[in-house]
Structure formats: structure tokens, C-alpha cells
């Protein structure tokens, strides 16, 4: 079966950086749409990143120019570099996979991130 295993997730201070990695088991990222979601207590999840088979990617307007998404085909295993970190990014962080023409999205457990001083 298919499992998102996350990690990276932790304490920093603002304007601090994290990399969080999402490594993937019964499910090959390379042919596959990825993204990293994200939720706060009292907010919707939101679309962070993502990111195609052919390598576009997309950035919630928030994080543009601080986060980037990235894969290890070697690895394979999905990273989500965070620089420049705000409170505001404080969340719980999901890495997100749907193979080319699948059916179904599957979802990581989910890591904490905290930025705060």
C-alpha cells in the first residue's frame, strides 16, 4: 500500500529556514503531481506548493519567493525548503501525491511547523 512518510518539521525562529521531506513508499513521485499543503488551528488547509511531472510548480502567493518545492527521483522524495520563515507559516504541514491519471490523492501524516521566538 501506499504511505507518505514526513519529516523535518520543528521549532525555528523567525526568518529562520526548515526543510521538510516527504519520502514515499508504494508510489513512484516521479510520474506523479506532488504538492505540500498546509493548516493552522481556525483555517482552512491550503495548497502550498506543488508541483508537476514535467516540473512546473506553483506557489501559494504567500510564500512565493521563500518556499521552494523540489523531488529526489533517486531518493524518492519530496522536499519542501522553507526560508525566510513568519509566525504566519506556523501550521501543520501535509505532503500531498497523485499519480499521472489516478483515481485517488494520497496524503502524509502530517508535520508541525512552528515559527516563533
Known amino acids: 500500500q501506499v504511505q507518505l512518510v514526513e519529516s523535518g518539521g520543528g521549532l525555528v525562529q523567525p526568518g529562520g529556514s526548515l526543510r521538510l521531506s516527504c519520502a514515499g513508499f508504494?508510489?513512484?513521485?516521479?510520474?506523479?503531481?506532488v504538492g505540500w499543503y498546509r493548516q493552522a488551528p481556525g483555517k482552512q488547509r491550503e495548497l502550498v506548493a506543488s508541483?508537476?511531472?514535467?516540473?512546473?510548480?506553483n506557489y501559494v502567493d504567500s510564500v512565493k519567493g521563500r518556499f521552494t518545492i523540489s523531488r529526489d527521483t533517486a531518493k524518492n522524495t519530496v522536499y519542501l525548503r522553507m526560508n525566510s520563515l513568519e509566525p504566519e507559516d506556523t501550521a501543520v504541514y501535509y505532503c500531498?501525491?497523485?499519480?499521472?491519471?489516478?483515481?485517488?490523492?494520497?496524503w502524509g501524516q502530517g508535520t508541525q511547523v512552528t515559527v516563533s521566538s
Open positions: 508541483s508537476t511531472p514535467g516540473g512546473r510548480t
Open positions: 500531498n501525491a497523485q499519480p499521472t491519471r489516478a483515481g485517488y490523492t494520497y
Open positions: 508504494g508510489i513512484t513521485f516521479s510520474t506523479a503531481a
